[in-house]
């Protein structure tokens, strides 16, 4: 899947187009294709890096990656270029399940309320008509439950708004959404809170500001005075002629 992903991402990486554009064609032609298997099994954490790597380097083309991921998947409007995640995106798939349990049980997705109902107790009573499963859960339904715990709330949303809800939550601080590699000059700005804070000290700002031009005016009337000091022997011995 990286290999074919990987092809897909070079077929556009000669064409002229914004950061904008790029990240529409992202998640108009890249990320579905990972949805898409992501419902049925989990992808392996290190196809999603390498995949992910290979999203960045388009995206940025030949530019420093100087954004973090974080801030990229972020709404235009939250400084990002609405940026599909993927583990996000498969995150919020997996409260999907378990939402038809909760408003209709005798559906379909009955498999869904016979493994995790019982793990999920808060959510719906337990009832002696309906079976459950005692065992241990297939490796599915176990991210399932750890997608659900923490975000109950969510469960009677549709999928896009939990993932908008999920994306917001991860977005950095302000002066924190900044990228910084080792291996460029950039400037760091991580003290910034250091260097806005004012300096307490015995004297005011005003204070100091009035001794440095004080001292500044003494060192220049001080060396007009030695200029003084060193043409008048000369004048002396002018009139002494």
Request: a positive charge; glycine letters at 4%.
């Amino acid at each position: 899947m990286a290999v074919h992903i990987t092809d897909m991402i070079n077929r556009y990486k000669f064409k002229t187009s914004t950061i904008f554009g790029r990240s529409v064609v992202v998640n108009t032609y890249i990320i579905p294709k990972i949805i898409y298997t992501a419902t049925v099994f989990d992808p392996p954490k290190r196809t999603i890096r390498d995949i992910n790597k290979q999203i960045r380097r388009f995206v940025f083309g030949n530019t420093i990656y100087s954004i973090q991921h974080a801030t990229l998947i972020q709404d235009k409007r939250q400084g990002g270029i609405a940026l599909q995640d993927i583990q996000t995106k498969i995150k919020a798939l997996k409260n999907k399940p378990y939402k038809p349990h909760h408003q209709t049980p005798r559906t379909s997705h009955a498999s869904a309320l016979y493994y995790i109902g019982l793990r999920l107790t808060k959510l719906v009573p337990l009832k002696n008509s309906v079976p459950h499963y005692f065992g241990s859960l297939p490796t599915f339904y176990k991210t399932c439950i750890q997608a659900i715990q923490g975000n109950e709330k969510l469960i009677h949303q549709t999928t896009t708004k939990i993932y908008q809800h999920l994306v917001k939550l991860q977005a950095p601080p302000l002066h924190l959404r900044i990228k910084r590699g080792y291996n460029y000059f950039i400037t760091d700005h991580t003290n910034i809170r250091k260097l806005t804070q004012p300096k307490h000290s015995n004297q005011s700002p005003r204070g100091n500001i009035q001794t440095n031009i004080q001292h500044d005016t003494y060192k220049r009337t001080d060396s007009k005075q030695t200029q003084t000091s060193n043409k008048m022997p000369a004048m002396q011995n002018k009139h002494t002629r």
